[in-house]
């Protein structure tokens, strides 16, 4: 589990925050194991309610209007949203085309460029690299 600061944002910002990761794992119309498995952990860590909860699954495959939805949503939040969706996007290791223009305009909301976006995604493959030591580690 990422050491984390989801829980200091507000429970609005943190719903918005999940509502964005949904929209992600479900932008190519379809949601891998591996999408839901990190979108269910990191609606965890949004502390929200049950109810919240149940309501963002059930959002999950409904059409989001991104630019209005970043436009609500505080740079702060769209930041630390940004970083998790490239962690995502990275789950199935490989960027489709769509997911990209999500990563971008995400960006563009909090004033990132491709290199921020760039640096991300290697920081995430970093961490499979590391995550795999773990697993080395025990001969697995």
Same mark, same amino acid.
């Given at each position: +589990?990422?050491?984390?600061i989801?829980?200091?944002?507000?429970?609005?910002?943190?719903?918005k925050?999940?509502?964005?990761? /949904?929209? &992600? %794992?479900?932008?190519?119309?379809k949601?891998? =194991?591996?999408e839901?498995? *990190? *979108?269910?952990?990191?609606l /965890?860590?949004?502390?929200?309610?049950?109810?919240?909860k149940?309501q963002?699954?059930?959002? +999950?495959n409904? =059409?989001l209007? &991104?630019d =209005?939805h970043?436009?609500? +949503?505080?740079?702060?939040?769209? =930041?630390?949203a940004?970083? #998790?969706?490239?962690?995502?996007?990275?789950?199935?290791?490989e960027?489709?085309?769509?997911?990209? %223009?999500?990563?971008?305009?995400?960006?563009? %909301?909090? #004033?990132?460029?491709?290199?921020?976006? #760039?640096?991300?995604?290697?920081?995430t493959?970093?961490g *499979?690299h590391?995550?795999?030591? /773990?697993?080395?580690?025990?001969?697995?």
């Amino acid at each position: +589990m990422l050491n984390d600061i989801l829980h200091q944002m507000e429970p609005l910002e943190r719903y918005k925050y999940a509502q964005l990761l /949904g929209h &992600l %794992a479900s932008v190519d119309n379809k949601i891998s =194991k591996v999408e839901l498995a *990190f *979108f269910e952990q990191r609606l /965890g860590a949004t502390l929200l309610s049950p109810e919240r909860k149940e309501q963002l699954r059930k959002q +999950m495959n409904k =059409k989001l209007n &991104l630019d =209005k939805h970043l436009e609500s +949503m505080n740079p702060r939040s769209i =930041k630390l949203a940004l970083r #998790d969706i490239c962690l995502m996007t990275m789950a199935d290791r490989e960027i489709e085309e769509d997911e990209r %223009a999500v990563l971008l305009k995400v960006a563009a %909301a909090a #004033d990132l460029t491709e290199r921020h976006i #760039d640096a991300l995604l290697q920081w995430t493959v970093k961490g *499979f690299h590391w995550m795999q030591e /773990g697993y080395n580690a025990i001969n697995i």
